[in-house]
């Protein structure tokens, strides 16, 4: 076939064709057709024009052939049909005419003209793509015949079967196709193929045409639009060009403009048909296409697919710049689809949306007519009018919906809305939406109960860590994060355009004016300031110049003070005073959130009553909300915020001392955001630029403490946050709180023991001690030379037996006398006593905490004796490479340790074995027998006793105090015993009490930890720990070498495995 010549002369062509046209027309079969059909591929287009009604003649006599017909018949001839309209050109009018009543004859039913008929889905399509062919291939102005009235019925009944087609058909592409057929018969196709340009006369004739099949073609399509979404995008896409097309056609307002009533001339019936295009029927059409138009603007400019919503742009572009002066009811909602798509989702949408939006200001018919300003005016007032409805009663979907027109709104009236917010009216309707959508959800109970203690905030590695963390509000109206986003953007693009001033000041308002709007209004006092420096702002439709500096500096000013004024800043956040360490006076200070007209007996009567848990997390989010904003204003300004630092860092630096976790992490989140806008590197650069007026402000305040509680916390975020290069500056300051603490020791050590805490672990980091190798356990690395041990063994055996018979004081003597001391040598350069060297700042520093650590070890307040243990565990880390301070510190400490140890609370029990440990690592053989004495007798008895219950217990067990009493002990007892090289008897009462802790009835990490504690021993005396493991359970039998030894007998010789023996074997498998 493909090598087959094609034939150019029709007297050739025509010979080849004849004998199949005539078997064709004698027997209208699908195989005499496709013979006919193939014939055809043989020939030229110019053969095939010349013969073209001779080919068409059997095809149509097929089809008029009377009778039933096979569908795969009729499919057959229509494709062949098709095919040949698709080669040729139609220069007759009466073919033209025949064909397409033909046509329409195959896909109509018989018995109601109306439908289609009742055939396969192929065949239809078949048909729909023949009459599209048809239309295309009809030459010069001939086509024009067919929208003449004698030709209406004709066209009418073609244009409801394909709108039946369109709406009903399950096959999308037979929807598709015949939705593309009726924009065929518009003259309008969007192919690629060459298509006849329309004059304005024959234009109006086809709007006068079409007119008349308007309500039809609207109401069906429209019908398509708002159908079902598993239709597809492409239908719906289809079925909305149509629909637009059709409009712009009937209802171009420079068409209706020129057209002119034409004489009546009698046509009969078929006149009836003919609609005039009066004035009065363009205004009735306008509004009811106005209600159709609400329709499907309402399914399409929300959908998910974004060619539909790219549509919706197109639609709205094409009604607006030529049906304007038609369609005045739909000019609004037309407005209100075009803005919603300004900040699409899809970059494709977005930048049409933005092309059209500048084609129409360019066309004036934005900027310079009012009508549309008007319109957009009226429009952002409704919507804020109905804002708060809909955020409460609609879904997320629609919710986003309804931010992106009000977003879209704003920013295509840009510069405008400025003048727009002149209005009362409007300002006053926009701001109370704000304040009622970004109502916040404040029931969560965790917010209040979320804490920070005091060891995790330690300098910048925390701050890293918080970094990662965002803090997510939780709102009334809405859950989806994308909202607060835009609402967000709302507001930066209201501050860009709009008057700083007077935004600032009407939200200032709200914010004094009651406590339901202070938290919106400082959401929105935030995004206002960051939108009016352009931060993160994306405008789409006109610029403006940013406000000034000075401006903006005015505006932040005002804002920061009114934040961190007493009755905004210091606020109730937990309904137990105790908790905050804060003493009765101090509570007097705190305040409830207040209106600025309550008065100071309110105030005082305030602080006296328990606030509800919503309150307090009300109170919590408004301090995040200011400390949030406070950053915001540091990057908006940039350096320029270094001049009011003085003012600002103070109270965000005692912000991030606050207990409260939520309200420490949005402190710290508010000093990096001040760092970066101010040019500092780190939180360091930033205290210690700022430490002297700082260290004024805190030596001040603790003069009048009772006026100023939270003064301490301030002093102990410099202190975590900074480095060694800080102490000079504040070694006067920390004299003042230990003189203080002296003084009134009941009321403010809670709070003192913080900055104490936040000191000496700032100590830790600042000056790393080093460790002593010294008493070190013998053979750390677990390697043995089992020669050389035994020669070592064999030697103390001897020296002890000739010690025991009194036999070798004869040779210590001359040991002694062989080896006196050395003599000191004389030091000329000194005279007089000896003058012992000054200690190091923060050795004596460490040296005066710890005496008083020591004093209020014995408080009655739990919380305080576990802050103080906290405390004299980090002195003794930092004093531990001057030895001869910590000892005689470690004496004194010693006996208010042991009550801890021996007659406290179980937390307080776990605290001070930890602080037992850690001084046992650093003083040594010093404490060996005061912990054989004091301390070991009750630990090991303390195990006993626990064994069998914790044997026993179930998995509960793992979350009592109980437990991490025994797992502390355990983790911490191996490593003690090792660097006290206890003796022997002690040695034996820790093995015995830990050996219960090998059963495997125990928890796991008890096995573990006992374990980890005879692998300590092993090291100290590993012989002992052999035969005491040996003697509960021995997996070998020994053997002598020689006949003169005896037989080794051990306790655990041919026992059964136990509940000992997995331990056991892992141990014994380790000392090989």
């Not at 027309?25 to 014939?39: A, G, I, K």
């Not at 097309?245 to 009546?264: A, F, G, I, W």
């Not at 102490?727 to 003084?743: E, G, N, R, S, T």
């Amino acid at each position: 076939m493909l090598n087959m010549a094609v034939i150019d002369d029709p007297r050739e062509a025509f010979g080849s064709l004849r004998p199949v046209c005539v078997l064709l027309t004698r027997e209208p079969t699908v195989h005499n057709v496709e013979r006919l059909r193939t014939q055809l591929q043989g020939l030229s287009d110019s053969a095939l024009q010349q013969l073209q009604e001779y080919i068409l003649f059997p095809l149509r006599f097929a089809l008029k052939t009377p009778g039933p017909k096979k569908d795969s018949q009729v499919l057959a001839v229509v494709e062949c049909v098709a095919y040949v309209l698709t080669s040729t050109c139609v220069q007759s009018w009466e073919l033209l005419r025949d064909l397409f009543s033909e046509l329409c004859v195959c896909l109509c039913s018989p018995s109601n003209p109306g439908k289609p008929a009742p055939v396969s889905e192929e065949l239809k399509t078949a048909v729909v793509q023949a009459l599209d062919a048809l239309l295309h291939a009809a030459y010069g102005d001939i086509v024009l015949h067919l929208y003449e009235p004698p030709m209406m019925p004709a066209l009418g009944l073609a244009i409801s079967l394909l709108l039946e087609l369109g709406e009903h058909e399950k096959s999308r592409k037979l929807q598709t196709a015949a939705l593309k057929c009726l924009q065929v018969f518009l003259l309008q196709c969007d192919c690629s193929q060459l298509h006849r340009s329309m004059n304005e006369e024959e234009e109006r004739m086809l709007g006068r045409t079409f007119a008349s099949f308007l309500p039809g073609i609207t109401q069906g399509l429209s019908r398509v639009v708002t159908g079902d979404v598993k239709q597809g995008h492409a239908v719906t896409v289809s079925a909305m060009r149509v629909w637009f097309k059709t409009v712009v056609l009937v209802m171009d307002e420079k068409q209706l403009s020129k057209d002119k009533e034409k004489p009546v001339v009698e046509l009969g019936r078929v006149g009836e048909l003919m609609v005039q295009r009066t004035k009065e029927w363009v205004k009735d059409t306008g509004g009811k296409l106005a209600v159709l138009l609400k329709k499907m603007l309402a399914c399409s400019s929300g959908h998910r697919h974004w060619k539909v919503r790219m549509e919706v742009v197109e639609l709205s572009s094409h009604l607006l710049s030529r049906c304007h002066g038609t369609l005045v009811d739909s000019i609004s909602p037309l407005l209100e689809a075009l803005v919603g798509l300004v900040n699409d989702e899809s970059l494709e949408v977005r930048s049409r949306c933005d092309e059209v939006l500048k084609s129409m200001a360019e066309q004036n018919l934005i900027g310079g007519n009012q009508a549309f300003i008007d319109i957009l005016s009226e429009n952002l007032h409704s919507l804020t009018t109905s804002l708060p409805r809909l955020m409460r009663s609609a879904d997320d979907q629609d919710k986003l919906s309804t931010l992106n027109l009000f977003l879209g709104y704003l920013k295509i009236l840009g510069p405008r809305v400025s003048a727009v917010l002149n209005s009362a009216a409007h300002l006053q309707r926009i701001s109370k939406a704000l304040m009622q959508v970004l109502e916040m959800d404040v029931t969560d109970v965790r917010i209040v109960e979320e804490r920070r203690f005091h060891n995790e905030a330690r300098g910048e590695q925390h701050t890293e860590l918080l970094e990662r963390a965002t803090q997510k509000k939780y709102f009334r109206y809405f859950t989806d994060e994308r909202i607060f986003a835009l609402l967000r953007q709302l507001c930066r693009v209201l501050g860009y355009y709009g008057d700083l001033y007077l935004l600032v000041d009407h939200f200032m308002d709200l914010y004094r004016e009651s406590v339901v709007y202070r938290k919106q209004a400082a959401l929105v006092l935030n995004e206002l300031i960051a939108g009016a420096a352009g931060m993160n702002l994306e405008t789409s439709v006109g610029q403006k110049d940013l406000v000034s500096q000075e401006n903006l500096k005015a505006a932040v000013t005002s804002v920061t003070e009114e934040y961190t004024s007493l009755v905004n800043w210091h606020l109730v956040t937990t309904s137990v005073e105790s908790e905050q360490g804060d003493s009765t006076a101090f509570s007097q200070s705190r305040l409830l959130s207040i209106t600025t007209s309550a008065n100071t007996d309110y105030l005082k009567s305030s602080a006296g009553l328990n606030p509800t848990i919503g309150l307090m997390n009300s109170n919590i989010w408004q301090i995040c909300i200011q400390l949030e904003g406070i950053g915001c204003f540091a990057l908006a300004l940039g350096p320029q915020f270094r001049l009011l630092l003085i003012t600002a860092l103070y109270p965000v630096l005692e912000k991030a001392g606050d207990e409260t976790l939520l309200i420490s992490q949005a402190a710290l989140g508010a000093m990096r955001d001040i760092c970066k806008g101010c040019g500092y590197n780190s939180l360091k650069d930033l205290i210690n630029q700022n430490s002297d007026y700082l260290v004024n402000d805190i030596s001040l305040n603790l003069q009048r403490l009772s006026q100023h509680p939270h003064t301490p916390r301030v002093l102990s975020v410099m202190i975590s946050n900074s480095d060694a290069s800080l102490l000079p500056l504040v070694v006067d300051i920390i004299q003042d709180v230990l003189m203080a603490l002296d003084h009134c020791y009941d009321e403010r050590a809670p709070v003192f023991c913080v900055v104490l805490h936040s000191l000496i672990g700032a100590f830790v980091r600042w000056f790393p001690a080093e460790t002593s190798s010294r008493n070190e356990c013998r053979n750390p690395d677990g390697e043995r030379d089992l020669p050389e041990e035994m020669t070592r063994f064999l030697l103390d055996y001897h020296r002890q037996r000739q010690v025991a018979e009194g036999n070798a004081a004869e040779e210590a003597e001359l040991e002694d006398t062989e080896m006196p001391p050395p003599a000191p040598e004389p030091d000329d350069s000194e005279e007089g006593p000896a003058v012992k060297p000054e200690l190091p700042p923060h050795i004596s520093i460490a040296k005066e905490v710890m005496e008083r650590c020591i004093h209020l070890l014995s408080d009655k307040s739990l919380r305080l004796r576990l802050k103080v243990l906290d405390v004299l565990e980090l002195c003794v880390t930092v004093l531990q490479s001057h030895e001869n301070e910590l000892l005689p510190m470690a004496h004194r400490a010693w006996p208010p340790l042991v009550q801890r140890l021996t007659n406290d609370d179980p937390l307080a029990v776990l605290r001070a074995f930890k602080v037992m440990c850690t001084l046992g690592e650093t003083c040594g053989d010093f404490l060996r027998r005061r912990v054989s004495k004091d301390v070991l007798p009750r630990l090991t008895g303390s195990l006993v006793k626990q064994a069998p219950v914790s044997a026993r217990a179930g998995p509960v067990y793992t979350h009592t105090l109980a437990y991490k009493m025994q797992l502390a002990v355990l983790q911490g007892l191996g490593a003690l015993c090792c660097r006290l090289d206890l003796a022997d008897a002690e040695f034996d009462v820790v093995s015995d009490a830990c050996l219960h802790y090998l059963s495997c009835r125990q928890p796991p990490k008890l096995q573990e930890a006992c374990v980890s504690v005879f692998q300590h021993l092993i090291q100290v005396d590993p012989d002992s720990v052999w035969l005491t493991l040996n003697e509960l359970y021995c997996p070998n039998s020994y053997e002598p070498k020689h006949s003169s030894l005896h037989a080794v007998q051990l306790s655990g010789m041919g026992k059964q495995r136990n509940e000992f023996t997995e331990n056991i074997l892992k141990l014994l498998q380790e000392m090989q």
